[in-house]
Nanobody, 126 residues
Framework: QVQLVESGGGLVQPGGSLRLSCEAS????????MGWFRQAPGKERQFVAA????????YYADSVKGRFTISRGNTKNMVNLQMNSLNTEDTAVYYC???????????????????WGQGTQVTVSA
């Protein structure tokens, strides 16, 4: 069982920045990806960004391209999400996800990920 622990959420003003981190522990899998999804109040959970551990290929939702950057952390199985130029529409609970043996077409979809973190709140407000 892979366990995911997220950190770094909080309150930020519009135009500000936050960095989320997620560390995975437990068994290792091959060809896995780690990603971030978010869920705003009253809305469905949506894909934000993901990274393939082998090779480092990154994927982004159109709504965050150019503002968010996903990267591998300094320690094994850690992923960071740098969020810049935040706006009120970025307010949501952000979830870290781990997808073992994930195929490319599944990367932006919840069904591609087997393990999920508890979520961390990001609030963008003046």
């Amino acid at each position: 069982q892979v366990q995911l622990v997220e950190s770094g959420g909080g309150l930020v003003q519009p135009g500000g920045s936050l960095r989320l981190s997620c560390e995975a522990s437990g068994p290792s899998f091959s060809r896995y990806a780690m990603g971030w999804f978010r869920q705003a109040p009253g809305k469905e959970r949506q894909f934000v960004a993901a990274i393939r551990w082998s090779g480092g290929t990154t994927y982004y939702a159109d709504s965050v391209k150019g503002r968010f950057t996903i990267s591998r952390g300094n320690t094994k199985n850690m992923v960071n999400l740098q969020m810049n130029s935040l706006n009120t529409e970025d307010t949501a609970v952000y979830y870290c996800a781990y997808g073992p043996n994930i195929i490319t077409s599944s990367v932006p979809h919840e069904f591609g990920y087997r393990y999920w973190g508890q979520g961390t709140q990001v609030t963008v407000s003046a």
